[in-house]
């Protein structure tokens, strides 16, 4: 359920508490408003939230073996529903979201300081780049061409192999594939500790 019935739910069941002059089980709010398409903890779950807003808004009663038994109106009840109730705190709620994310969406100018620190950052922000390009293109390089040396030597050979050595060739390729890979992840990590080196020494 969104937040826009659940408020209207909060004053309908104020409005009808503040209709009645006595005490009423909340098993009523549930039979009036929620029955079959909700549930009675749903009802008590409302009514906490009524609480938990302004516990002077409902008199509430435990007993039968429920924290929220009898309800009935306050003089809260009639003041909170003239000025406007749940409803109205949602709509103000929804204006005050509107304007936030208008503000958010328009384009303001930097001030300023902003400029300036922007112009600050940039040349320190393009040395990084450069570095991390660098050297990912420099382990990339040596992947290909380690590669193509390995598929080179055991595929464009023309000699006759035999299924055994085939297989064997198979194995030792994979084999080679997986130091490879293990060998470029340590370059990798080496570059990334020198590159945070560099970076420390940069102004």
Do not use: C
């Not at 409803?87 to 979201?97: F, I």
């Not at 570095?131 to 380690?146: D, E, M, N, P, R």
């Amino acid at each position: 359920m969104s937040e826009f019935f659940k408020a209207e739910l909060k004053d309908r069941f104020l409005e009808y508490a503040l209709g009645r002059s006595d005490y009423f089980e909340i098993q009523t709010l549930y039979d009036e408003f929620l029955r079959p398409n909700y549930s009675l903890q749903f009802v008590e779950k409302l009514i906490k939230e009524i609480q938990e807003y302004d516990a002077e808004l409902l008199d509430v009663m435990s007993g039968n073996g429920m924290d929220i038994f009898m309800l009935a109106s306050t003089p809260s009840t009639e003041d909170f529903l003239e000025a406007g109730g749940f409803m109205d705190m949602y709509v103000k709620e929804e204006e005050k979201w509107d304007v936030f994310v208008e503000q958010l969406s328009s384009t303001r100018k930097l001030s300023k300081d902003e400029k300036q620190l922007l112009k600050n950052s940039s040349p320190r922000l393009k040395k990084e780049k450069t570095l991390l390009i660098v050297l990912i293109s420099a382990i990339g390089i040596s992947f290909l061409f380690t590669l193509i040396s390995i598929l080179n030597s055991s595929f464009l050979e023309p000699e006759y192999v035999p299924a055994d050595e085939f297989e064997r060739r198979m194995e030792q390729l994979h084999l080679q594939y997986i130091e490879e890979n293990q060998r470029l992840e340590q370059e990798l990590k080496k570059s990334k500790t020198v590159l945070d080196s560099i970076m420390k020494t940069l102004p």
